[in-house]
């Protein structure tokens, strides 16, 4: 059974930084996909930013140009650098990834990391 464990949540005051890691329990594995998707109280869950295994990636509007996500293969670990953090960045933070094989999608979700941005 995968499990992804974030790490790196925590309290920062705005305009800080924080960098999440997301790694797998199985690094046999090849994802596919690897993204971090937040939820604040109240709202959906939304896509922060995605990596697609050659590398290509992309972000929600709120946060290009702050916000860069890396995978390290080798570890199947996904990273979130957060800069310029916001008081409305404040969410739980999901780790998720998925493979396919024998054209079967497998996807994984981590249990959240809370970021809260506040003075």
């Known amino acids: 059974q995968v499990q992804l464990v974030e790490s790196g949540g925590g309290l920062v005051q705005p305009g800080g930084s924080l960098n999440l890691s997301c790694a797998a329990s199985?690094?046999?594995?090849?994802?596919?996909?690897m993204a971090w998707y937040r939820q604040a109280p109240g709202k959906e869950r939304e896509l922060v930013g995605i990596?697609?295994?050659?590398?290509?990636?992309n972000y929600a509007d709120s946060v290009k140009g702050r916000f860069t996500i890396t995978r390290d293969n080798a570890k199947n670990t996904v990273y979130l650098q957060m800069n310029s953090l916001k008081p409305e960045d404040t969410a739980v933070y999901y780790c998720?990834?998925?493979?396919?094989?024998?054209?079967?999608?497998?996807?994984?979700w981590g249990q959240g990391t809370q970021v809260t941005v506040s003075s």
């Open positions: 990596i697609y295994s050659g590398a290509n990636t």
């Open positions: 998720y990834a998925d493979y396919k094989t024998w054209g079967q999608l497998y996807s994984y």
């Open positions: 199985k690094i046999t594995i090849s994802f596919d996909t």
